[in-house]
């Protein structure tokens, strides 16, 4: 047992490490920007001293290792610094700084509880299905089922989410008006109203995923089927069905858990492009909005949140896959 | 709910109709084994397949029905159907024409492949034509702008089309036939040169990694592990928004510093695969005869290990391929990737998204984002069935 304490707190510092890491890469390229922000919002007519006041203002003026510092002190305790495209940029020029701005953290909250939501009802969605799924066609190998939806998930994995998004908007919001084709979600909203407005964005996703974990719950199943103890259980007389689900999924389930929380780390990734395309009030939609303006802080505070969810389903893959398989958990 | 009860009904239905099935089978062939042993999951999924067939044709059929709105309510999946139905007929021409011409080796190739396979290359083979040719092809130019916009695709004056633009123009006017082929030799083009980039900088350090080992290879090890941690798109993106501000207005040299920054990314990845595949060559007798006989490193990695790694790198490149391309084609729909006027698919959807709200009363308008979407779709999926077909050759039958 000690030993896998010791083993999980190794991955637990490298976790740290690498996100430590990340977050330096992430600010110097953020650095590497040309000009700065004080330049950009006032044009190029500005004089010295206004673009030196809102730089003094705004932290820029100092060195950047000390920025970096601050900024990564402020992250650990949950302040993310303040955004600057929110900033009311007269009412405190010359005054102190920090008046009439708005937070990233309160900018990103509730966003990330909605993108939160959106990654929870795709997982419900998508988990039990895919595992189903990939059940049956390890079961039936071979047979046209497995052959069918082979090619419709070769086809849905390959597809960009963009496409499953808009053949979805077509068939489930244009022609059969069954559900809202624009996320729109604000406070106060019911929870079956809320549930309602995310279904389809959901279901966007949970196509993009199922594939995926679907084919390798088939793989990693099909993979023990040879095995001496599946042999012997068929030769007990077990029907097909009761040695896949009684003897093969059990020691399947390390991979499946693998694949299964390397994807909720995709859709991640996923999540920028759908909530674009339905408007979804997620954090992907305002990373990409505050990528073209160019709103500085939030950019970073947004790529540190992916980095570290990213970083952390993947630290979880690991590590469950470490527990749920004893030759990992007792290495010789 | 409607929809849920009544789904659930039919779920029902179906269930019933696959026991009948099955005990009818029972009974009238005298417990045959075949349907004496059929479990019930089977025959209903029997039912399934039938239903669904059923409902294709039936939805076909309707599409060519004479009352508008039904028609219109049916016209994409009908328009599916027919592009099924087309593809797969000729994907199986394909295969009949390859394996009756050529060498013997191609045409060995071509029987031991599955119709799904003849698909993908006979899709590949479309695209690259269409692309090297692009400026042949199209009857306008991709930046031209013609006489009027927003011309409904169909080419039927009678709504709004005009035979001269069988698929219309877009939003201020430009031809989106044109586009469609132009944007082949773009964003093809531009994702093909991606990959090839990537792999020769992943593709070398990822041999000189293994070969030379010691510290290059620990610097380079943990320089790609930081970058793997950051998650692709989202790097890409942070990374876009520099090369943005650096570019400034020149639109070109933002395509060239995105092709630059995809290939970086995605490098870290062929550096993962071809240092794993290196190592297990390097520890191999040839090599070490090879270093006993004094020959330089330049000869060992592209005489001794390149050649031994190209099967697992072929296999890597066409999924790599659809990497880069389905990133390329994100970035340029959220607005940061290939730049107007360059004619580029990711691009097109987002400027004509909108019109698939008219779907319901003018099905030819909305299918304009779509055939670009589309377009996407069909060149990642056809690599893809290739691919997949390449994995299971080379991994041996299993069962």
């Not at chain 1, 900033?87 to 509730?110: E, K, T």
């Not at chain 2, 942070?238 to 970086?264: D, N, P, Q, R």
Request: with cysteine; aromatic share 10%.
């Amino acid at each position: 047992m000690a030993s896998i304490l010791k083993i999980i707190a190794q991955r637990l510092a490298l976790g740290v490490l690498t996100l430590f890491v990340v977050s330096v890469v992430i600010f110097t390229a953020v650095n590497l920007l040309p000009g700065d922000f004080a330049q950009a919002i006032l044009g190029q007519g500005a004089t010295e001293e206004a673009v030196n006041a809102i730089r003094k203002d705004l932290g820029l003026d100092q060195h950047p290792v000390s920025r970096y510092l601050s900024w990564l002190g402020g992250a650990v305790q949950g302040d993310l610094g303040n955004s600057f495209a929110q900033a009311n940029f007269a009412s405190f020029v010359g005054s102190d700084a920090g008046s009439g701005m708005a937070s990233v953290a309160a900018q990103i909250g509730p966003r990330f509880e909605n993108t939160m939501f959106l990654a929870g009802v795709t997982a419900l969605i998508a988990v039990p299905i895919s595992i189903t799924l990939g059940v049956l066609a390890a079961l039936y190998r071979n047979s046209i089922f497995d052959r069918a939806t082979n090619i419709l998930t070769l086809s849905s994995i390959s597809s960009p989410e963009f496409f499953l998004a808009y053949i979805l908007i077509l068939f489930l919001a244009v022609l059969n008006p069954m559900l809202p084709s624009l996320s729109n979600i604000y406070d106060g909203m019911s929870f079956g109203e809320r549930f309602e407005k995310t279904l389809l964005p959901a279901l966007t996703l949970t196509l993009v995923v199922t594939a995926h974990m679907m084919r390798m719950t088939r793989a990693a199943i099909i993979n023990l089927l040879a095995s001496p103890y599946i042999e012997m259980a068929r030769l007990k007389g077990l029907s097909p069905m009761r040695v896949i689900v009684k003897h093969a999924l059990p020691n399947a389930l390390a991979p499946i858990i693998n694949v299964i929380a390397l994807n909720l780390a995709y859709l991640i990734t996923g999540v920028v492009v759908v909530e674009v395309v339905f408007v979804y009030p997620g954090i992907g939609q305002l990373f990409v909005d505050s990528v073209k303006i160019r709103d500085i802080p939030v950019v970073q505070a947004c790529c540190l949140i992916f980095a570290a969810a990213y970083i952390l389903l993947n630290l979880t893959a690991d590590i469950l896959s470490i527990l749920s398989n004893p030759r990992l958990r007792h290495p010789k | 709910m409607m929809t849920i009860l009544n789904l659930l009904l039919l779920a029902v239905g179906m269930a019933a109709v696959g026991w009948v099935f099955r005990f009818l089978g029972q009974k009238i062939t005298g417990n045959k084994p075949y349907f004496r042993d059929m479990s019930f999951g089977v025959a209903f999924g029997f039912v399934f397949g039938a239903v669904v067939l059923v409902w294709l044709v039936w939805s076909y059929v309707l599409s060519h029905s004479s009352d508008p709105t039904v028609a219109n309510k049916y016209f994409f999946l009908g328009k599916a159907v027919e592009g099924l139905v087309i593809f797969a007929i000729a994907a199986w021409i394909f295969r009949i024409l390859g394996r009756s011409v050529g060498t013997n080796a191609t045409r060995k190739l071509f029987r031991s492949m599955p119709l799904t396979a003849s698909f993908g290359v006979l899709t590949i083979l479309i695209y690259a034509f269409v692309a090297i040719f692009a400026g042949i092809l199209a009857p306008y130019g991709q930046e031209e702008i013609l006489g009027a916009a927003n011309i409904v695709p169909g080419g039927n004056p009678a709504m709004g089309g005009n035979p001269d633009y069988p698929l219309g123009t877009d939003q201020i006017g430009r031809d989106i036939l044109s586009r469609l082929i132009y944007g082949a030799q773009n964003t093809v083009g531009i994702a093909f040169a991606t990959t090839v980039l990537a792999f020769f900088i992943g593709g070398t350090l990822g041999f000189l990694a293994a070969t030379l080992g010691g510290w290059l290879d620990q610097i380079v090890s943990r320089a790609v592990d930081v970058l793997m941690a950051i998650p692709s798109l989202i790097f890409a993106l942070l990374l876009m928004t520099i090369a943005a501000a650096w570019a400034g207005s020149e639109k070109g040299l933002l395509t060239f510093y995105m092709v630059l920054i995809i290939a970086v990314i995605d490098s870290t990845r062929v550096f993962r695969l071809a240092r794993a595949v290196g190592l297990n060559i390097v520890v191999m007798d040839y090599i070490e005869a090879a270093k006993l006989r004094g020959e330089g490193l330049g000869y060992l990695i592209f005489r001794e290990i390149l050649p031994n790694a190209t099967a697992p790198l072929l296999a890597e490149f066409g999924l790599r391929f659809c990497f880069v391309f389905l990133t390329i084609a994100s970035l340029s729909f959220l607005g940061v990737g290939i730049q107007p006027p360059l004619a580029d698919w990711g691009t097109m959807v987002r400027d004509l998204a909108q019109f698939i709200n008219f779907a319901a009363f003018a099905p030819q308008v909305a299918s304009a984002p779509l055939l670009a979407a589309g377009a996407i779709a069909l060149l990642t999926v056809a690599v893809n069935f290739v691919v997949d077909w390449m994995l299971h050759k080379s991994s041996g039958l299993k069962e």
